[in-house]
């Protein structure tokens, strides 16, 4: 993996631990997605929590918006779609659709002809969203023939991403704060390995997902004064 590959992939895994709601998935996530795995369209279909059917996903996000249309089209479509075999499985899963069906028979099937041919679809990505064998959606990325097929480092590279919209997916729609550590485990932690005062303040805002800006701004100190602050603490917890 080249470094600018490593930073840009770190940055998009930091933004995704930043999400508060679900409407924070917007375009600013699959622009930045898409300067990693470059694709065409993506939609993500995710799992309806008010229907009694556990596989019942909701209305996409779409990128672009005018995409929908297909997504839109394929929920009327769905029972015709060989891919449909991933929403049952208990661990995350990455589908390369070339794999799954040759280019003839895929560009002939009727879901391609009513959902995707418009779009002139070549190849699709897709990632299943599941977290302790609970299924919560599919994010699924789109090449058109002048793209090409996805590649093995794509779908590295959505593997390593996939890793963490599970959790935080999981979260945003359990609308639990797991990520969180509670006062209790703090106190453990200050206890096993003699922390400062100062050292479980800025725990505490490291857990918050802070930056150093932020931490220095709030403990009214410099940053580099924060910085050795975290030598010292990361060295105690041999992080």
């Known amino acids: 993996m080249e470094k600018n590959q490593f930073l840009m992939i770190n940055n998009l895994i930091y933004n995704i631990y930043s999400w508060k709601n679900i409407t924070d998935i917007n375009d600013d996530f699959f622009q930045h997605l898409k300067m990693i795995i470059p694709f065409s369209y993506a939609s993500l279909f995710l799992l309806d929590k008010n229907s009694n059917n556990k596989f019942m996903l909701s209305s996409p996000i779409c990128y672009p918006d005018s995409f929908s249309e297909a997504e839109e089209e394929y929920i009327n ?4 779609d060989y891919l449909l075999w991933i929403l049952h499985v208990k ?3 990455i589908v390369r659709e070339s794999d799954i069906i040759d280019e003839e028979h895929r560009l002939k ?3 391609y002809l009513n959902c995707y041919r418009k779009f002139n679809i ?3 990505l897709q990632l299943t969203i599941v977290y302790h064998e609970k299924f919560y959606g599919v994010l699924s990325l789109f090449r058109t023939r002048a793209d090409g097929i996805f590649s093995n480092d794509d779908l590295f590279y959505l593997k390593s991403i996939g890793i963490h919209l599970n959790v935080i997916i999981h979260e945003l729609l359990e609308s639990k704060i797991s990520r969180m550590v509670n006062s209790n485990s703090i106190l453990l932690l200050k206890k096993k390995y003699e922390l400062t005062e100062k050292e479980i303040e800025i725990l505490n805002l490291l857990f918050e997902f802070k930056d150093n800006k932020e931490i220095a701004n ?3 100190i410099r940053e580099n004064t924060l910085q050795k602050h975290l030598q010292n603490l990361f060295r105690k917890l041999k992080v």
Do not use: M, T, V, Y
């Open 91 to 93: 661990e995350s899963n």
């Open 77 to 80: 479509q769905a029972d015709n």
């Open 218 to 220: 709030a403990l009214d």
């Open 122 to 124: 070549l190849d699709s």
């Open 109 to 111: 099937s009727s879901l």
